[in-house]
């Protein structure tokens, strides 16, 4: 919506009609959800539960370690989302309309395609799923974090003038395949929750989409003081590609070591009651 409707009002209405627009619709929707929403006595927290006890899961270093992920699947997206149609204007001189018709590109996919990533990880399991999304993520923001640049090598025959970077249609193709990879791993990272906390969802899923949320608004507030500081409208990528850095190097020393990641079979320890039943069904032929 932010994409296609914000972009047709501004134009059509000024600015000041945006918020109040969007505030009509926040009004709709709060009358529909209390007029045919219904609460689940299955779902209620139970009474002997203190809200003390909810926040010792801030202890749980898995914990930390989802809201890590979270604040890049979904506060990355959230906040590239925000970000995009401002770069296409400042980077390549695009007129707004255009500039949130191609920001879609990346934030469209990233919606929808979240429920094929539950599917994946239903499939695969979480582990791979997250994995494979943050190496994609990281190529994408590595490739994405490079700057226009131009530069002059001297030779025999005079000056020569080189250009690089991406030019619009890469730049739109490498964030579309960014906003597919944040939709798998924002399902990825909920189905890890649902798979270590099966009795707890409610509250350890609160603190990942807090952290998730958290990400979506400081995020933009910090690509902005990155663009002040160096002129380089790319360091919103250098920043994520860092922050994605962190996260593989995280999951590789807690995860990746002891898990199946490529297809292959892991490592796992040898079950002595299956080995001595083969042993016990192969008979031994004396050596002559």
Known sequence: MNKFVAPVLLVAFGWTMVPKVYAAIMLGALVL???????DPAHLVPSNVRFSDQLKALKDPRVLKYCQ??????GGYVALSLWMVQYYVGEYGLDIRIAAL??????????????????????????KVTWWVMWVSWICLF?????????TVVTVSGPTTFH??????????????????????????????????PQNIGAISGIVGLAGGLGG????ILFGILLDWTGIRSSAFMLMYGVVWVSLIWMYWTEVRRADVLGGNAAAPVNKSAASAVAQRVPLRPVR
């Open 217 to 220: 608004f400081v995020l933009p």
């Open 164 to 197: 690089i970077g991406l030019n619009v249609y890469a730049f739109t193709a490498l964030m579309a395949v960014l906003g597919v990879a944040f939709a798998f791993g924002k399902a990825s990272v909920f189905k890890y929750i649902s798979d270590d906390y």
């Open 69 to 74: 992920y979270y604040s890049i699947v979904f």
């Open 143 to 151: 490739l994405l974090s490079y700057p226009q640049t131009d530069f």
């Open 33 to 39: 959800f209390w007029l045919f929403s219904h609460q």
């Open 102 to 127: 191609l920001a879609a590109c990346f934030s469209l996919p990233g919606g929808v395609l979240r429920a094929i990533g539950g599917i994946l990880s239903d499939k695969y399991g979480a582990h």
